[in-house]
């Protein structure tokens, strides 16, 4: 099954993802273990948050493009409590 087919997102949620790859000013990751991939904007400085590829992060959905199968998203602030994947 396409996730894509009945996306279960929308605008506005709060999810988790994992951080597979970093570039200049931004991440890409994985929705809580979907094979669903999201564009992270870099939490706040103010927010003293660093990614790191195989950690967990939640975000705020603020675009979905469905045409071009791309969520978007700020990220809010590392989750805790979970181990390291390199």
């Known amino acids: 099954d396409n996730p894509w087919d009945n996306l279960r997102y929308r605008v506005g949620d709060i999810v988790r993802a994992k951080c597979v790859s970093v570039t200049g000013h931004n991440w890409f990751g ?3 273990g ?3 991939e999201i564009y992270c904007e870099f939490p706040p400085v103010d ?3 660093r990614v790191i590829v195989g950690e967990e992060y ?3 959905i603020f675009r979905i493009r469905e045409k071009s199968r791309l969520i978007m998203a700020a990220t809010s602030r ?3 409590g979970r181990p390291t994947v390199n």
């Open 30 to 32: 994985k929705i809580d």
């Open 34 to 36: 979907e094979e669903i």
């Open 47 to 49: 927010k003293n948050v």
């Open 58 to 60: 939640e975000c705020h």
């Open 78 to 80: 590392k989750v805790e």
